[in-house]
């Protein structure tokens, strides 16, 4: 079966690190990737996404200068360095690809930002 896995998450201080990492598994090609997060309480909502074609990265204002996202569209992974971590950036954070036909997701990584 055709899923991201992510992996990466934990907990950290405020003002820390984490990098996020996300590998489709299974045999596809994928257009775009991206990251999304879900807060306790909170819709989900956009953080970056990655166009493989011309390599274009666009991100969320929350997180603009702060994230950044990268990857390798042959090896259909994607990583999400997050910096200066505040804590309401505390979420599980959910990877998604686009295959073309239809937008997967993963089963999400916890990150948790304390004060």
């Known amino acids: 079966q055709v899923q991201p896995v992510e992996s990466g998450g934990g907990l950290v201080q405020a003002g820390g690190s984490l990098r996020l990492s996300c590998v489709v598994s299974?045999?596809?090609?994928?257009?775009?990737m991206a990251w999304y997060r879900q807060a306790p309480g909170q819709d989900r909502e956009f953080v970056a996404r990655i166009t493989w074609s011309d390599g274009t990265t666009i991100y969320a204002d929350s997180v603009k200068g702060r994230f950044t996202l990268s990857g390798d569209n042959a090896k259909n992974t994607v990583y999400l360095q997050m910096n200066k971590l505040k804590p309401e950036d505390t979420a599980i954070y959910y990877c998604s690809a686009d295959t073309g036909y239809e937008w997967i997701w993963g089963q999400g990584t916890q990150v948790t930002v304390s004060s």
């Open positions: 299974g045999r596809t090609s994928t257009d775009n």
